[in-house]
């Protein structure tokens, strides 16, 4: 499905499921929030890949993930605290001329074959990650909390990739993933970088 969306670039991924809040105070997003608020309340985060994140003079990725606000607080200044869910995850065709927040013309890309990934291997998968959470968390690096992984393959593995701690570009390319198994196949190869990574912190080496 085709549709026009306002846009929020920022430096970090936003993938569906996952809650992301946000302090809102450059005008221009100020302005974003008051208008949502009067509509669906839904608009689009893309990772700002090169450049600045505010005025914009950035390059912006091609992929996000749709977020809906769940709460928004104004405050004095005109500055606004929301709270975002992320709900679907899209495809940006073209971007139309500010107005005066961004805005470009998307299509839906949701994941195809969550019900194709056996159970077994989401199960393997999900079983290393909780490892390596711990060991992160014994390590003391703060990842705040760490979900349970759902049941859907798809959900499941989008709060694994969101909760991960790798690298934005990293996290990137796993929302890019085309289809669940693929970005399974990339969770279980950036699960086992990080516990080497980890292992070797925990050792002193």
């Known amino acids: 499905m085709t549709r026009v969306l306002p846009q929020f670039p920022l ?23 008051d208008d949502l608020l009067d509509s669906d309340r839904c608009f689009g985060v893309v990772m700002i890949e090169r450049g600045l994140d505010t005025g914009g003079q950035d390059q912006r990725s091609s992929l996000g993930t749709i977020a809906r606000i769940i709460e928004a607080e104004p405050l004095p200044d005109g500055r606004w605290a929301i709270i975002t869910v992320g709900i679907d995850r899209f495809r940006i065709n073209r971007w139309l001329p500010d107005s005066p927040y961004p ?16 159970e077994g291997r989401l199960d393997e998968v999900s079983t290393k990650f909780r490892r390596c959470m711990a060991l992160v968390s014994e ?6 909390t760490v979900p349970q ?3 859907d393959a798809s959900i499941a593995t989008m709060q ?22 693929e970005r399974l ?3 279980d190869i950036a699960i086992d970088d990080t516990l080497e990574l980890i292992e070797l912190k925990l050792r002193g080496d």
């Open 103 to 118: 805005m470009a013309e998307i299509d839906l890309w949701p994941d195809q074959d969550g019900d194709l990934v056996s």
């Open 139 to 144: 390590a003391g690096v703060d990842v705040g």
């Open 11 to 33: 430096r970090t991924v936003l993938f569906p499921s996952m809650v992301l809040p946000l302090h809102v105070f450059e005008l221009r997003y100020r302005t974003l929030v």
């Open 149 to 151: 992984p759902a049941d």
């Open 160 to 181: 694994m990739a969101a909760t991960l701690p790798v690298g934005q570009f990293d996290k990137q390319k796993l929302l890019g993933a085309p289809t669940t198994a």
């Open 185 to 187: 196949d990339l969770l």
